[in-house]
């Protein structure tokens, strides 16, 4: 798709285009389904139906701008990191093929367009996005400092589940902060944060010697010879979480056919990583893809079940 797209393009600029579609890692969507997937829980849970199609229209643009504003920063701070791992070396920056400068422009650029997409919805959305560009600016730093960016990924990651609650919620004058964000939007922000550790977890264990090789820290390095199971614990946290979403969200009980494929999910996640391989962890973070789907598809079935 990526290069047919290029093609369109005159063939001098193809490389150059190239390059910064890839740091933008358009070639690779599923980050940014990572991060769709609990945008539209929230949208479904906050809307109690249906979102509103122009919020599903901006909250869907925006995921894909953020995604690709993160990716930059992340390569940006990288940038002493990516050549020392061979994963990574080949990426536009660690390859010098764009320079740290235009990538930091780049990101300022995406950052405006997703502000402007923000700016469609109501104050209160507003506000929250400040935060989330934060977290999203933190999250590459993270890993020189703590062993814990993966948790910081994952409130990056869920941010946009406050930012949705807001945006339906939120746009009457009368209505409090505590109203358009109630208890089910942060217990569906820390099964996201729950379940972001557990996927960038497994997607750190790919690169888990070379990175301790090169003096960068994360989940895989801190967990060690127990990686598996503190994840096994994890993954029992995040299904523990989303069924009392469920509950909170009196929802059908449909929605727990989606819960019960995220847990045979799970285990098969489990079952891929046994040998740790590094093909198999990487398998087991892609194969997270169909997780969030079917959770939200649970969500969506339980939605349109419910009695009126």
Same mark, same amino acid.
């Given at each position: 798709?990526?290069?047919? =797209? ?19 890692r ?13 945008t539209?829980?929230a949208?479904?849970l ?64 995406l /950052?405006?367009?997703?502000?402007? =997409?923000?700016? /469609? ?11 989330g ?54 217990? =569906? ?52 979480? /989303? ?8 929802l ?18 489990q ?17 997270? /893809? ?10 969506? =079935? ?7």
């Open positions: 798709m990526l290069e047919a =797209l290029l093609k369109l393009l005159p063939k001098p600029w193809r490389d150059t285009a190239r390059d910064y579609l890839v740091l933008m358009m070639d690779r969507p599923i980050g940014a389904l990572l991060l769709l997937w609990p539209w829980w949208l479904w906050a809307a109690g139906d249906f979102p509103p199609p122009k919020l599903l229209v901006i909250f869907t643009l925006g995921v894909f701008l953020m995604r690709a504003a993160g990716c930059v920063i992340n390569d940006y701070a990288d940038r002493w990191l990516d050549p020392q791992v061979e994963r990574t070396r080949g990426r536009p920056i660690a390859a010098g093929r764009v320079t740290p400068r235009a990538a930091l422009v780049l990101f300022i650029v /950052l405006v367009l997703a502000f402007g =997409l923000v700016l /469609l919805t109501n104050s209160m959305t507003v506000k929250l996005s400040f935060a560009a934060a977290l999203a600016t933190l999250y590459p730093f993270a890993k020189r400092y703590t062993h814990l960016p993966q948790v910081v990924l994952g409130a990056a990651f869920g941010w946009s589940i406050p930012m949705a609650f807001a945006a339906v919620n939120g746009g009457a004058p009368s209505v409090t902060w505590f109203q358009a964000l109630p208890p089910l939007c942060w217990l =569906l922000f820390v099964a996201n944060v729950v379940w972001a550790t557990i996927y960038d977890t497994q997607y750190a264990m790919v690169d888990r010697d070379e990175d301790i090789a090169a003096g960068s820290k994360s989940t895989a390095i801190l967990f060690g010879d127990d990686d598996r199971m503190i994840l096994g614990v994890l993954m029992g946290t995040l299904l523990l979480a /989303l069924v009392l979403v469920g509950t909170r969200a009196d059908h009980w449909t929605y727990y056919l989606g819960v019960a494929a995220a847990a045979g999910l799970s285990i098969w996640q079952y891929l990583i046994r040998e740790r391989d590094r093909a198999a962890c990487f398998a087991a973070f892609r194969n997270n /893809l169909w997780l969030g789907m079917a959770v939200w598809a649970g969500v969506c =079935l339980a939605l349109a079940l419910q009695p009126a």
